[in-house]
């Protein structure tokens, strides 16, 4: 069992910065992947970033790539997204989530466990 706690979101002026942070408590954290999805006022839940257990291996959705850092400290048992150029259209409720295995995954329903998620508001 994991259960994951987000923090970190907030309101922000658009190009600015934010870094979340998912806290898992579990012995199983250093073997999961982990994954960041949002879910935007009157949208479906989507993809935006997942590390392997290792953090050897990262994955991105193309409309945050090159803006978002995801990163992870086993050491800590947390995951961290650093998410930098923000634009209005990041705005959402970000979920973290773990799976049952060592790699990433695009897709939501590979994930096992999710947290209740964090606010990111970004004004223009």
């Known amino acids: 069992q994991v259960q994951l706690v987000e923090s970190g979101g907030g309101l922000v002026q658009a190009g600015g910065s934010l870094r979340l942070s998912c806290a898992a408590s579990g012995r199983t954290f250093s073997s999961s992947a982990m994954g960041w999805f949002r879910q935007a006022p009157g949208k479906e839940r989507e993809f935006v970033a997942a590390i392997s257990w290792s953090g050897s291996s990262t994955y991105y959705a193309d409309s945050v790539k090159g803006r978002f850092t995801i990163s992870r400290d086993n050491a800590k048992n947390t995951v961290y997204l650093q998410m930098n150029s923000l634009k209005p259209e990041d705005t959402a409720v970000y979920f973290c989530?773990?799976?049952?295995?060592?790699?990433?995954?695009?897709?939501?329903?590979?994930?096992?466990?999710w947290g209740q998620g964090t606010h990111v508001t970004v004004s223009s």
């Open positions: 989530a773990a799976r049952a295995y060592r790699s990433g995954s695009y897709y939501e329903n590979d994930y096992d466990y």
